[in-house]
């Protein structure tokens, strides 16, 4: 969009919600936060503020869309978007019967706005950006409406079952047993919100492989990402730190190095869940770790070596 200026480029953006901001503005839960920080989510031309009291080093949802909002009002994208409309199709309006690879017909789109009406236009190039989490993933086994009677839990299963784009706080789970299924970084929070209520009966997370825990902050004010920012790990790479997995390997040793640090080699302060082999780029990086520390105790208590580090 910034190289729109030129008066024979005109950008149109077609938005579904009703503002700027996509998962972070319609699928939050309480005190959600990013886990890279303020100075690797920016754009490069325009940053987040320094001080601390503006924007933490890791900003909540809240500050992070002001934030998006603020870069929208800066450079004009807010005019390029038309919000509440749904995309209808996308078609190829090729005219001069060439392939698509040397076509130069461009594409018809029709979208639907706010009121209904159906608006057609024709475009150079389109740019599907949709969102990696747009659409929740839910297996048939959990979908009463599921054909597949066999296995569907959810027709079984008298308790209730959400996916976690549908959590929104702690007091759901009030005089509840809860499980969650996954170990990626949404599910690690609502483990942590769910063992912090003190009227839940009991948490229990389940995984099929693990997952390999490090922090966000390697101490206060110091975000992680600002270090595995390094020769071997940045936007470019070079083909020899490639072929040779320079920072994967990095990665890993920086890993295993949490044995000083917490007893355990598997992920910072990760005597739980934990998988083999410890390898950065085989496995999940989460670096949601609050639960950690809970999800640890069984573990840690079954040793000497555990309870040394029981913290």
Known sequence: LLESTEPTYHVTIVESSSDIGGSFTNKVYDNCRLVSSKYLTAFSDHRMPEDADLCPDHPGAAQYVSYLESYAERFGVRECIQFGCTVVSVKDANTDGMDKQGDSGGYEVQYKDPDDQIITGEYDVVAVCSGLHNTPYVPNMFIPSSSDAKNNIAKKFNGQIIHSSQYKDPSIFANKRVLILGCGE???????????????????????????????????????????????????????????????????????????????????????????????????????????????VPIKSRSMWGRFWMW
């Open 186 to 296: 949404t599910a690690m929070d609502i483990a942590h919100r769910a063992i912090s209520n003190p009227r839940s009966k009991s948490v229990a997370l389940s995984v099929r492989r693990g997952f390999l825990s490090i922090p966000h902050n390697l101490a206060k004010d110091r975000p992680l990402d600002v270090f595995i920012t390094n020769l071997f790990e940045h936007a470019y790479e070079h083909p020899w730190v490639h072929a040779l997995q320079l920072r994967w390997v990095l990665s890993t040793i920086f890993i295993r190095l949490f044995l000083f640090l917490t007893g355990s080699s598997f992920g910072f302060n990760q005597w739980a869940v934990q998988t083999t082999p410890v390898s950065r780029g085989y496995h999940i990086i989460n670096k949601s770790h609050a639960a950690m520390s809970h999800l640890n």
